[in-house]
């Protein structure tokens, strides 16, 4: 857990110090890091349901918007996008305990950390697509 909230540390004392975020750095921070973690979740349910359990077990049975491609989005945003969303709330933001996370004195890395977290996230999937194409064709 004490990474997740150096992550969040410099990550919102990077966006708060930005005069353009001015008013809108929680939504940014909210949104970036938890498009990250569902990208994360993604590669987890990935690996478990192709190389661990060989089955096909976190998806929806149903359609929520049948024949459109709002269906897509909205069973990402359930599956994956949702519980990220709902978990930074309850850790980070109900409360304000941002405020407490940004003064406990974490080290301020510039938003290194959270940027590489945040591209690391967003590259991990696409490198490991790669890689299980190049060893498939074997």
């Excluded at 049948?66 to 069973?75: E, M, R, S, Y």
């Excluded at 996370?101 to 938003?111: E, H, L, M, P, V």
């Amino acid at each position: 857990m004490s990474l997740y909230y150096k992550i969040w540390a410099d990550g919102l004392l990077k966006l708060r110090s930005r005069p353009q975020n001015s008013g809108l750095w929680k939504f940014y921070a909210m949104i970036y890091m938890s498009m990250a973690m569902a990208f994360n979740i993604i590669v987890i349910m990935v690996i478990l349901q192709r190389h661990v359990l060989h089955t096909n077990f976190y998806y929806l049975k149903f359609d929520v918007f049948p024949g459109t491609k709002l269906d897509a989005f909205a069973k990402f945003f359930i599956l994956f996008l949702l519980p990220p969303l709902f978990l930074n709330y309850m850790l980070i933001f109900r409360g304000e305990r941002y405020e407490k996370i940004i003064r406990s004195g974490y080290k301020y890395y510039n938003g290194k950390l959270f940027a590489g977290y945040f591209v690391t996230s967003l590259v991990l999937p696409f490198f490991l697509l790669f890689v299980e194409f190049i060893f498939s064709r074997n």
